[in-house]
Antibody, heavy 121, light 108 residues
Framework: EVQLVESGGGLVQPGGSLRLSCAAS????????MSWVRQAPGKGLEWVAN????????YYVDSVKGRFTISRDNAKNSLYLQMNSLRAEDTAVYYC??????????????WGQGTLVTVSS | DIQMTQSPSSLSASVGDRVTITCRAS??????LAWYQQKPGKVPKLLIY???TLQSGVPSRFSGSGSGTDFTLTISSLQPEDVATYYC??????????FGQGTRLEIK
């Protein structure tokens, strides 16, 4: 069974940092693009970042460029999101999601259960 | 940037009804469109990709159509378990990915 399990969320003050992790199992992790997608409380879905199979390409939504860094460790079947200079508007549930093997087929299936990040003083 | 607009924002329908949700792109995106279902308190689930390809395991009452700028998600016979918010997502200009604002579906 394909499974994605996020961890690392929590309460952080504005300007602070947090590192999210996503543990993947049930598929060949190194064969897929991976993404982070977030959902603010009561709001819709927003793609945050994605990363190529070998980590050589990374892309971000404009609102997090320069503050967030996506990375992966294929030996550990893990995806990460380093979040710095956090703002109140970054408060959201962060989902880890598997994309496909090709960037042009960039839909998400499956999704992890999500981890809540709250930025507040 | 290409914007994705869903309509309606919410709707209420009866069990057995045919339900249609529309997603409109501000520019043509060929068939680079996916649909997701998010039940209350749950994780989003992929229903359709490439505008009309049903994801494995998704009930056949769900279907998608469209190309270019106008797309539809249709539920042929609404079931109680279909109560959810539905999102479209465009992926034509990788890596840029945009979701619609969502359509909340309720049972009358």
């Amino acid at each position: 069974e394909v499974q994605l399990v996020e961890s690392g969320g929590g309460l952080v003050q504005p300007g602070g940092s947090l590192r999210l992790s996503c543990a993947a199992s049930g598929f060949t992790f190194s064969s897929y693009w991976m993404s982070w997608v977030r959902q603010a409380p009561g709001k819709g879905l927003e793609w945050v970042a994605n990363i190529k199979q070998d980590g050589s390409e990374k892309y971000y939504v404009d609102s997090v460029k320069g503050r967030f860094t996506i990375s992966r460790d294929n030996a550990k079947n893990s995806l990460y999101l380093q979040m710095n200079s956090l703002r109140a508007e970054d408060t959201a549930v962060y989902y880890c999601a598997r994309s496909t093997k090709w960037l042009v087929m960039n839909w998400f299936d499956p999704w992890g259960q999500g981890t809540l990040v709250t930025v507040s003083s | 940037d290409i914007q994705m607009t869903q309509s309606p924002s919410s709707l209420s329908a009866s069990v057995g009804d045919r339900v249609t949700i529309t997603c409109r792109a501000s520019q043509g995106i060929s068939n680079y469109l996916a649909w997701y279902q998010q039940k209350p308190g749950k994780v989003p689930k992929l229903l359709i990709y490439a505008a009309s390809t049903l994801q494995s395991g998704v009930p056949s009452r769900f279907s998608g159509s469209g190309s270019g700028t106008d797309f539809t998600l249709t539920i042929s016979s609404l079931q109680p378990e279909d109560v959810a918010t539905y999102y479209c997502q465009k992926y034509n200009s990788a890596p840029s990915i945009t979701f619609g604002q969502g359509t909340r579906l309720e049972i009358k």
